[in-house]
């Protein structure tokens, strides 16, 4: 599966392998698509499917750069310990803007290219949540929560460079989470970056498996 868009992040296209083998001249045609953002993509797939795959995409001028853990978290949880933060919920306009310049910040976007993607529209989707953190009136750190089938999804748990180190993430975090359980969601799954994974790992988040993460070679 192949998904993308004309902005040179390769967040935004990407690529899933899904089954343990894959056909080479389907593989060609896919990098072959993503021309138009000169390479800016990546191939994604769980660590299980890569002894049957890994051959076809090093002959395809792929290179495995790195991975990220998924991880899960069940049973009860509570805000815990509050930070000295500001937390607001994402409901408008406002909010969104400040939510969005907290990811771009934290994630190393441009906001304009962000913006494309966390449009008003989000406001409307009721499976969709997100937050705010803020030191006075800056807003300095924010994480999203989509619901699915059960599963409450954290996406995007980001804090500004020059406020980390202070729990904001984790208070985050668990707010997202707390707001998954009131909706019913009996377990909480998210991707960790290495900054992100011993925050996660001390709210009782488990690694339950990885992505492997592949590029062009050339990248």
């Not at 619901?147 to 993430?169: F, I, N, P, W």
């Not at 377990?187 to 992100?196: D, I, K, T, V």
């Amino acid at each position: 599966m192949a998904v993308g868009c004309d902005a040179g992040y390769r967040s935004f296209n990407q690529m899933f392998v899904t089954a343990p083998k894959i056909d080479r001249a389907e593989l060609d045609e896919a990098i072959s698509w993503y021309s138009p953002v000169s390479g800016h993509f990546r191939l994604r797939m769980r660590g299980e499917l890569l002894a049957g795959v890994q051959e076809t995409l090093e002959a395809a001028g792929l290179v495995r750069r790195g991975g990220i853990p998924t991880m899960t978290f069940s049973g009860a949880l509570t805000q815990g310990a509050e930070a000295s933060l500001r937390v607001e919920r994402v409901r408008d306009g406002r909010a969104l803007d400040d939510h969005t310049k907290v990811v771009a910040g934290a994630f190393d976007w441009t906001t304009g290219d962000l913006g494309r993607v966390f449009g008003p529209g989000l406001l409307q989707e009721n499976d969709w949540a997100g937050w705010v953190g803020y030191e006075g009136d800056e807003p300095v750190a924010a994480s999203q929560l989509v619901v699915h089938g059960g599963v409450a999804g954290l996406y995007y748990v980001g804090t500004m460079q020059d406020s980390r180190g202070k729990g904001y993430g984790e208070t985050l975090t668990r707010t997202a989470v707390i707001e998954g359980q009131a909706r019913g969601c009996d377990l909480a799954s998210l991707q960790a970056s290495p900054m992100g994974r011993p925050v996660y790992e001390r709210i009782g988040f488990e690694v339950k498996g990885e992505f492997v993460t592949w590029v062009p070679a050339d990248a």
